[in-house]
Structures are given as C-alpha cells and as structure tokens.
C-alpha cells in the first residue's frame, strides 16, 4: 500500500475561496484523493488537534486563538496518496514554510499568503497559513482517525 497523507484546508482558505484550486495543485503534482469531506469545526476536535502544538509552544494565549480562528468553521480534510512517493514530505513542499514570509513563491502559501508569524505572535492569535498537512506518518495516522474516524 502506498504511504498516505492528511491534509487540512483552514478557514482562511475556505474564505478566500482557494479550496478547489489547492485541491487542483496537489493532483496536476500526481497526488491522488483517497477520502475527502467538509467539516464544521468543534472545539474538543480542534483542540485535540493541535494538542501537541499547544503542549510544545505553552503560549498562554494559543488555546483561545485557535478556537477564534476555527470554531464554527468550515474545513476540508482530505487523506491523499502517490504511488512509489512520500506524499508527506511531497505535499509540505507544495504548500511552503509553515510562516508564509519564508515559503517559496512558488508554494501554495508563497503565492497566497501574506501573513507572517511574527505579526500573529505580536498580535496574539493564529497564524493563517492556508493548510495545515501532517508531518510524519504518525502525525497521518492521529489526524486521519481524529477527523475521520477509523
């Protein structure tokens, strides 16, 4: 079986209308759709999420700015796939850094992002980047289970 990986389309992405462009990038990039859907956002699934985001950075704020930007929000999550690939690492580089001021302009966040992190610690909220995509195939497995059950 080829390797998996999940991916996340955030709210700020979903409002500027790039939901179907960025699914188009990922498959002219030869990934392939196992499982997809829209979701509205709770906050226990969230939370649960970015858990070990909270845990690493301890930022006393983060737990409420995640919810402000997600709560109540529309998502797609997507499981996608490439045979004989690392979709893992093939996807992260499509979508750029994870502070867009430091992706490639030819990444996803690179061409529509014009946040940075550093605005988003100076002004205490989440940082909208467009994606989030799982960074290891643990990551995979938890995220997929978490969104989609098993």
């Known amino acids: 079986m080829d390797q998996t990986t999940f991916v996340l389309i955030k709210p700020d992405a979903m409002k500027l209308g790039l939901a179907d462009m960025i699914l188009e990038r990922f498959r002219q990039e030869?990934?392939?759709?196992?499982?997809?859907?829209?979701?509205r956002v709770e906050k226990e699934k969230i939370l649960a999420h970015y858990d070990d985001v909270l845990k690493r950075l301890n930022k006393d704020y983060l737990t409420?700015?995640?919810?402000?930007?997600?709560?109540?929000?529309?998502?797609?999550?997507?499981?996608?796939?490439?045979?004989n690939q690392d979709p893992i690492t093939h996807v992260r580089t499509i979508i750029g850094a994870t502070d867009p001021a430091k992706a490639a302009p030819?990444?996803?966040?690179?061409?529509?992002?014009?946040?940075?992190?550093?605005?988003?610690?100076?002004?205490?909220?989440?940082?909208?980047n467009l994606i989030h995509a799982s960074d290891s195939p643990e990551a995979v497995k938890k995220?997929?289970?978490?969104?989609?059950?098993?």
């Open 30 to 39: 030869g990934l392939t759709v196992l499982r997809s859907k829209k979701v």
């Open 64 to 83: 409420q700015a995640i919810l402000d930007e997600f709560l109540d929000q529309d998502v797609m999550i997507f499981v996608l796939t490439e045979a």
């Open 106 to 128: 030819t990444s996803l966040r690179g061409q529509f992002i014009h946040d940075t992190l550093e605005a988003s610690i100076i002004e205490k909220r989440w940082l909208r």
């Open 143 to 150: 995220e997929t289970e978490l969104w989609f059950g098993r």
